[in-house]
């Protein structure tokens, strides 16, 4: 199919033909990326629909473009049609693979392909993470052969064309796309210094988007509100760190004679509305003896900040400073220094996210991985490991343990479990997810898996009371996030993708025997676990804010607002509203049904929020 013309001259019917297939697969990256569009705000107002029509023609130009230039300059090297032409193909093969893979990943959680999704989609033990089903796989496998054809049948087309006419306008097209490029970027550094938000959004919309800034420009020129700049510079500067200064001072503690055995039980997303006793009938009869909190919210929608919210009683913000340099949560620390046995068994590996580098980076000899294939199978080796480390521990210190159970993540119960909701969907189908979707099948398997983590569960639970532990033991049960299904009609499903109580909001009960059952309604966070722990239990005398965003958990103390969130993408909530603050720097109002709000930022929150997520580093002089 491929003609090897090795010729010293340029030919340019070739170079012409290059240009048409770019010109086919334009337009079948315009179909790929149409999750894209569904949430763009344009407005009725005519100069949005021109700047939406300007900025989608010209930056999907940009990106079919890429394997067009490449392969042009292939070209020139080596005056060779045959490996132009092969090379244009794998390149933009390349391309829409990417934009397919991002824009799926963009329609379920609202963010892009970067280091941290690719680590945990490729990272060690990522299956662990993602579970796909073969139906997914088959459907991926026919996409690619799809594309493939595609663009082999491009090829032909283009070749025929070129064949039977010379008249094809390419600088007339190239002028076209250039003045769109043009007309977006000026208008979106006009934007960003005027934090106009119909314009801003599209950089956090679409992929590799890196529009025009012009600040000095703007200013001088005079189309720019110089107070409103000074005022969001002011709270959206980036604070450059040189050190970590965590804890604000060191800890002290009056360790108490009689030490309690602490456990931890988490549910990967599990969310608030779902403890019953249809739905976790050990948990939801082991609550009766519990302090149970009601209006509990996870210090993140995903279970990097989850669990680092919960062992660290401060924002996710801080992920990436103290992985870096393998910071210990204090607690963990303080746990150690009173001499407590600390077993971790977590069913989804602790390597990725990596926190063998962070919470558990002081846990010597460290169990990183469960054994099983599947994650039915790796939640019940972790109650067999439990069971085992429990008896052979040593019974005259006291012991920590932190068990996580990973099946309700993965939808997943072993085929022969009696489930108790039905129907039931045989697989998850992803790639299926939509706003039409049939959600009740879907909803019931993860109720089927939640019910089976009940019963692995009740099995540490029995133990400890037939064994008479639970006198001497303090339990924690809670989520690390919520899950989501669509709950809020704006296509989101599973987490990771907002901030609403339907992805943030988990059950939390506190097993203490020496309290009587009680309930709680008033605002909790998974970042007042610690300081009451420490505060009660491990007779810590330090002031909580000088270890953590939280409080003790028994004080009802009125919360204006709180930080949810980790690195890429944050939130301020507050009881009305959610302000989503992207590393962009661009921010975005919305209530708490996701729908956007046109009003002002509330700046004194935003300011302490901002102070909230840097007073544990030193600050550059």
């Not at 705000?41 to 939406?52: D, L």
Request: charged letters at 20%.
């Amino acid at each position: 199919m491929f003609q090897n013309t090795e010729v010293k001259s340029i030919n340019k019917g070739f170079l012409k033909q290059l240009y048409i297939q770019s010109l086919f697969n334009f337009f079948l990256v315009l179909l790929i990326a149409l999750p894209y569009l569904s949430y763009i705000e344009s407005g009725n107002e005519i100069k949005a629909k021109i700047y939406f029509l300007a900025t989608t023609i010209s930056h999907f130009f940009l990106l079919t473009a890429i394997p067009l230039l490449l392969s042009i300059v292939i070209y020139f090297i080596t005056k060779s049609t045959r490996l132009s032409s092969i090379i244009f193909i794998i390149l933009m093969l390349l391309v829409l693979l990417i934009l397919k893979v991002d824009a799926n990943i963009f329609n379920q959680f609202r963010y892009h392909l970067s280091p941290i999704v690719f680590s945990l989609l490729f990272g060690k033990r990522a299956s662990d993470i993602f579970q796909f089903s073969t139906s997914n796989v088959i459907t991926s496998i026919l996409f690619v052969v799809g594309l493939v054809l595609m663009q082999l049948l491009f090829f032909w087309i283009a070749k025929r064309i070129i064949d039977k006419t010379n008249q094809f306008h390419i600088r007339k097209t190239l002028a076209f796309i250039v003045i769109c490029l043009l007309y977006s970027h000026s208008i979106f550094a006009w934007a960003d210094v005027n934090f106009y938000r119909p314009v801003l959004q599209y950089k956090n919309i679409y992929p590799a988007f890196f529009p025009l800034t012009a600040e000095g420009l703007m200013t001088k020129l005079g189309l720019v509100d110089e107070a409103l700049i000074m005022r969001n510079k002011e709270i959206s500067k980036n604070q450059t760190q040189n050190s970590i200064q965590y804890p604000l001072e060191p800890i002290s503690s009056i360790p108490l004679e009689n030490k309690k055995d602490i456990v931890f039980i988490v549910i990967d997303s599990w969310r608030f509305d779902c403890i019953s006793k249809e739905i976790t009938p050990n948990i939801a009869q082991f609550s009766e003896k519990s302090q149970v909190f009601q209006n509990h919210n996870s210090g993140s929608n995903m279970t990097t900040g989850g669990i680092f919210s919960l062992f660290y009683g401060i924002p996710a913000t801080y992920f990436d400073s103290f992985t870096g340099v393998e910071k210990s949560p204090v607690f963990i620390d303080e746990l150690q220094k009173q001499n407590y046995q600390i077993g971790i068994f977590s069913s989804a590996t602790l390597e990725n996210p990596p926190f063998d580098r962070n919470v558990f980076s002081r846990i010597k000899n460290i169990r990183l991985f469960s054994d099983g294939d599947s994650p039915d199978e790796r939640d019940q080796d972790v109650t067999k490991d439990w069971l085992e480390y429990y008896k052979k521990r040593n019974t005259k210190n006291p012991s920590f343990s932190f068990v996580f159970y990973d099946a309700a993540h993965g939808f997943d119960y072993p085929d022969s479990y009696a489930i108790p909701f039905k129907p039931a969907c045989k697989e998850v189908d992803f790639l299926a997810l939509s706003d039409n979707y049939d959600a009740k099948p879907l909803i019931n398997r993860y109720k089927n898996a939640l019910h089976f983590i009940d019963n692995e569960i009740g099995k540490v639970i029995s133990h400890l009371k037939e064994n008479n532990k639970l006198q001497n033991t303090i339990i924690v049960i809670t989520g690390d996030h919520g899950q989501e299904f669509n709950d809020n009609k704006k296509g989101y499903w599973q987490h990771g993708g907002n901030f609403s109580k339907f992805q943030i909001q988990v059950p939390m009960l506190i097993y203490d025997a020496s309290k009587s059952p009680k309930q709680y309604d008033y605002l909790t966070l998974h970042y007042d676990i610690v300081p009451t722990l420490m505060k009660h239990y491990l007779g810590t005398t330090n002031k909580a804010a000088e270890y953590s965003a939280g409080r003790d958990i028994y004080e009802n103390k009125k919360r204006d607002w709180f930080v949810c969130g980790y690195n890429q993408k944050y939130s301020v909530i507050e009881q009305n509203q959610i302000t989503n603050i992207y590393a962009s720097g661009l921010f975005e109002i919305t209530d708490q049904k996701l729908n956007t709000l046109s009003k002002d930022i509330n700046y004194d929150v935003i300011e302490n929020a901002f102070k909230e997520t840097n007073k544990f580093y030193i600050k550059n002089k």
